[in-house]
């Protein structure tokens, strides 16, 4: 559990420092995420970044168990 929690202190740690890149990649807003503006309303889902990520994390974690 130790361990656990500074590896995901860590990463938190890392994608803060790296924001300013991070948010340079266009996900959020790709061809198929949905974003929808009605009177009073918003609604947005990033179904096609949610799917790219899932895809990335999938790898890595299978590379790394490896």
Known sequence: MN???L???FTLI???LS???LSRLPLGRLPG???VQREGW???FPVTS???VSLALTLV???WRR
């Open 19 to 21: 924001w300013p890149w």
């Open 50 to 52: 949610c799917v790219l």
């Open 33 to 35: 995420d949905l974003h």
């Open 14 to 16: 890392l994608a803060g």
């Open 61 to 63: 974690l299978w590379l």
């Open 42 to 44: 918003d609604l947005y």
């Open 7 to 9: 590896g995901a202190g």
């Open 3 to 5: 361990r656990w929690l």
